[in-house]
């Protein structure tokens, strides 16, 4: 029975980092939307263990391993790609 | 209700605040400094929470060692992520917020 109270919990994880949308459309730089991402992606983990948990299928906690790793490289993607050093802090613009 | 079920329980609760004062700075913060710090709260202090609750549930000790590791993982990516993010912040220039 309290297996199942996890999968609640994952779904009440979800909720409280939704809120975290609200930087991703607000946050006046690139930094802070890729701040958001990070939140969501750790967000992501939190839920995938407590659904292995809830749902009862071990397997989803080698899910959560890949996506912290994914997480991780995402954040170097970021800062290696899209943040020029000495430009203004605009996001997207790539300018070679 | 057995006592590593009330545990697991009481910890996800923890767990969850975590996520949520983490989320609620992430938003309410007034520059990506500062956010950043709560960002890390929710990452370590939230997910750590969670694992423990997780583990708590698993009943094995390959399976605590895995959830650990997991955590240690988003600890030390989270820690080499924000760094990287704050300095490239620093240097396209955005200042440091202070207190009007």
Redesign the interface.
């Given at each position: 029975m309290?297996?199942q109270?996890?999968t609640g919990?994952a779904v009440?994880?979800l909720g409280?980092?939704i809120?975290?949308l609200?930087?991703v459309e607000r946050g006046p730089?690139a930094?802070?939307r890729?701040?958001?991402a990070?939140?969501f992606g750790?967000?992501g983990?939190?839920i995938l263990?407590?659904l292995?948990?809830g749902l009862g299928m071990?397997s989803l906690?080698d899910v959560?391993?890949v996506f912290?790793?994914l997480?991780?490289m995402a954040?170097?993607a970021?800062?290696k790609r899209a943040?020029?050093?000495?430009?203004?802090?605009r996001d997207g613009e790539a300018r070679r | 209700?057995t006592l590593s079920?009330v545990g697991?329980?009481v910890l996800?609760f923890v767990?969850?605040a975590f996520?949520?004062a983490?989320?609620?700075g992430?938003?309410r913060f007034p520059d990506?400094y500062t956010?950043?710090h709560a960002?890390t709260k929710?990452?370590n202090l939230?997910?750590g929470f969670?694992?423990l609750?997780?583990a708590l549930?698993?009943g094995s000790f390959m399976?605590t060692a895995?959830?650990v590791l997991?955590w240690a993982?988003?600890l030390v990516?989270?820690a080499?992520?924000?760094y990287?993010?704050?300095q490239?912040?620093r240097?396209?220039?955005?200042e440091p917020w202070r207190r009007p």
């Open positions: 309290a297996d109270v996890f919990f009440a994880l409280t980092v809120i975290g609200i930087r730089s930094a802070d890729m701040l958001a990070q939140l750790t967000a983990v939190g263990l407590l292995s948990v071990p906690r959560s391993l912290g790793l997480s991780a954040a170097v970021f800062v943040w020029h050093r000495g430009t203004e802090a | 209700m079920e697991s329980i996800l767990g969850t996520f949520a983490g989320s609620v992430v938003l990506v956010r950043l960002l929710a990452d939230g997910l969670i694992v609750a997780v549930r698993s399976v895995k959830l997991i993982l988003v990516a989270g080499t992520a924000s990287l993010v704050a490239a912040a240097a396209s220039g955005i």
